[in-house]
């Protein structure tokens, strides 16, 4: 092979594949070049110069820019199975994701780590594993599965294994707890992913001291622009729920921009259709002033670089020939895309051999009664989760609610609703309860599967009666989302894989999430993704206050609080 990259190269023989007449973004000068490219194999092998191909395509002067990374995701979040998120981004442009697959190991643990393994060796992008860390991801939730130090040290070397995934339990790192060390010992001189929201002063020093890398939890201008300064990556995100872009695209000029990436984390079917995928975020950061050059930079090479990916993220010779050509360079509009020197079509993913998911039910849980969500107090005051639209942290609100009986009520009319996590891993029935602001609900309760990060059950209603009625649908479906009003199901999605994942193609997800994005509004609420915003209100490491089924947690002391 390398003999024929030389002769390739040299012209002495056709290239396997040319691109003519495109104009290549140069990402280290930051213009646009002219000039054939030419590739052998996976390989390209020359540029800037002319050559003849055996086969040929006229790119009819659109623009090439290299294949999209994004920086962090989870791909159960976008709720199909790996090889249908491989479908539904990589015509998109996005070549190569790195995941962290902790939602299926929550639940399910070497077995969901082994399947998206196994189906990483399958996809036709590049799809990289990293090594669960926080498996729990705190000790304040009851998760379905645990992963030490042990079970992930014997995956380090795995082909598609880059390093340890976002370490969260940034306390446990503080407080040298034994088994956090253990990890980060463990891979050191790996890569190491962050996860540190807000994070600041010696806290972070003692962080970053212990090799971690990156942060995708970064959402103001100052909190990124000191991690900048301390070495650390800042991978910007937007996601269906986390839309951090706005307040960070500032960070991004061609100085800066070696040392950041883009990352989606959490984004369903219905936003990737609608919206894009990481080509949203390039054409959203260019729209909000960005310099253009360094957007692709960040979108490619930095987040190449910043992984330890050094053969992608330039058009240059020896790269891999992972190309994506424009129609227009400031709005993104992708119109081809190469992965491996070939061009994505819908016959590429019929050579796929993926794994089989598991079929078997997760909700081990037995049917609820109403009664069970009821919250006995001595008074009508009590902490309140409030929603901050747009983000995943959350203000630790008081309130009055209403008080008769000796409990406290959801007060719907003053948009007080109640919420509750029942554990569904048959470990002990725990039930959470509190109270919430922000959902609108007038009526009726919507309840979910997908709860970050220990993936209990989740539902949040305007009374007791509709809340054990969708959970109890829920049980049914194996998992998902429901939405119920007046003793009805209104609307639903089957997420049947660990709670987590529909087994159909991302087409019918879409839709099913149009129907219940369609009933939520009516029942009154205002936010664009409620279920997703549902699933982050039980992740006791963004801050300020969260809900697990061991009940209402103080994020920034850690603690358990009297609700």
Same mark, same amino acid.
């Given at each position: ?339 491996? !020197? ?97 959902? !609108? ?82 029942? !009154? ?39």
């Amino acid at each position: 092979m390398l003999e024929r990259r030389i002769d390739q190269a040299l012209g002495r023989m056709p290239a396997d594949l040319v691109i003519r007449n495109a104009r290549v973004l140069d990402l280290v000068t930051g213009e646009l070049r002219a000039g054939d490219i030419a590739i052998c194999g996976d390989r390209i092998v020359g540029t800037l110069d002319s050559y003849s191909g055996m086969r040929e395509i006229d790119a009819k002067g659109r623009v090439a820019v290299p294949g999209f990374i994004d920086s962090h995701v989870h791909c159960e979040s976008t709720l199909v199975v790996p090889g249908e998120f491989d479908r539904c981004v990589l015509p998109r442009g996005t070549t190569t994701a790195i995941c962290d697959p902790h939602e299926i190991c929550n639940v399910l643990g070497l077995e969901g780590l082994k399947y998206f393994l196994d189906s990483a060796l399958e996809t036709a992008m590049d799809l990289r594993v990293q090594l669960s860390s926080c498996v729990p991801a705190t000790n304040l939730e009851t998760s379905g599965a645990r992963l030490t130090v042990d079970d992930l040290v014997p995956h380090r070397h795995h082909p598609k294994v880059i390093g340890l995934a976002e370490f969260m339990n940034v306390p446990g790192v503080l407080n040298k707890d034994p088994e956090c060390l253990d990890k980060l010992a463990a891979f050191e001189g790996q890569h190491i992913d962050g996860h540190a929201p807000l994070l600041s002063g010696r806290s972070l020093n003692a962080y970053l001291a212990c090799g971690v890398r990156n942060c995708h939890e970064t959402t103001n201008l100052k909190e990124g622009r000191e991690k900048l300064s301390k070495g650390m990556q800042v991978l910007i995100r937007e996601g269906t729920v986390s839309k951090d872009l706005t307040a960070l695209a500032p960070l991004i000029n061609e100085f800066t921009s070696p040392f950041l990436g883009f990352c989606t984390d959490d984004r369903n079917p219905l936003d990737i259709l609608e919206e894009g995928h990481v080509d949203c975020l390039v054409r959203r950061a260019i729209a909000l002033g960005a310099p253009v050059a360094a957007v692709y930079r960040t979108a490619s090479w930095s987040a190449a670089r910043g992984f330890g990916l050094r053969d992608r993220g330039l058009i240059a010779p020896g790269f891999l020939a992972d190309i994506l050509l424009l129609d227009d360079l400031e709005t993104c509009a992708v119109s081809m895309v190469l992965r491996n !020197g070939r061009e994505v079509t819908a016959e590429r993913f019929e050579d796929r051999t993926l794994p089989a998911p598991s079929v078997a039910n997760s909700m081990q849980l037995r049917p609820v009664e109403a009664r069970q969500f009821a919250v006995p107090a001595s008074g009508p005051s009590a902490p309140v989760i409030g929603i901050v639209p747009g983000k995943i942290l959350t203000e630790h609100l008081q309130a009055s609610l209403i008080y008769r009986d000796g409990e406290r009520h959801a007060d719907p009319a003053n948009d007080l609703l109640k919420i509750c996590i029942v554990e569904r891993h048959g470990r002990n029935g725990n039930i959470g309860r509190g109270f919430v602001k922000g959902f !609108g609900l007038l009526h009726g309760a919507l309840a979910s599967s997908v709860g970050h990060d220990s993936h209990n059950v989740c539902v949040v209603g305007s009374n007791d009666e509709d809340m054990a009625l969708a959970v109890n649908r829920l049980i049914e479906l194996g998992g998902g989302f429901v939405a119920v009003q007046g003793g009805v199901v209104g609307a639903e999605l089957a997420l049947p894989f660990a709670g987590l994942m529909s087994l159909d193609a991302f087409e019918d997800v879409r839709h099913k999430l149009e129907a219940l994005r369609a009933a939520v509004r009516l029942m !009154g609420c205002p936010l664009a993704d409620p279920f997703l915003q549902l699933a982050f209100l039980q992740l006791p490491v963004i801050p300020h206050l969260k809900i697990t089924d061991f009940g209402m947690v103080d994020v920034d002391r850690f603690a358990l609080i009297d609700s």
